[in-house]
């Protein structure tokens, strides 16, 4: 059996019957979808799916600054003057 990684669930059907209901019993928790009793899906509040994906997107920005330092050893020096 599938873990369930939410602390409330719900069927599909109860999210098709009253969806702004089940939100609001979740108080901002994730929810689980189930069919036929395994996870389908999760539904998260639009905050943490917006934090969410800015925390991608910081790690992601990481790996590129992790990857352009190797990058220093052929860069060229230029002063501000320079420019």
Not at 15 to 21: A, D, G, H, T, V
Request: negative net charge; glycine residues 2%; hydrophobic residues 35%.
């Amino acid at each position: 059996m599938e873990s369930v990684l939410a602390s409330c669930s719900a069927s599909i059907s109860e999210l098709k019957k009253n969806p702004s209901s089940l939100i609001e019993q979740a108080e901002g928790e994730p929810i689980a979808i189930l069919n036929h009793n395994r996870p389908t899906a999760y539904l998260i509040p639009a905050e943490t799916y917006e934090t969410l994906m800015e925390k991608i997107e910081d790690y992601q920005l990481g790996i590129i600054v992790k990857e352009r330092q190797n990058e220093r050893i052929s860069a060229v020096e230029v002063s501000i003057d320079e420019l």
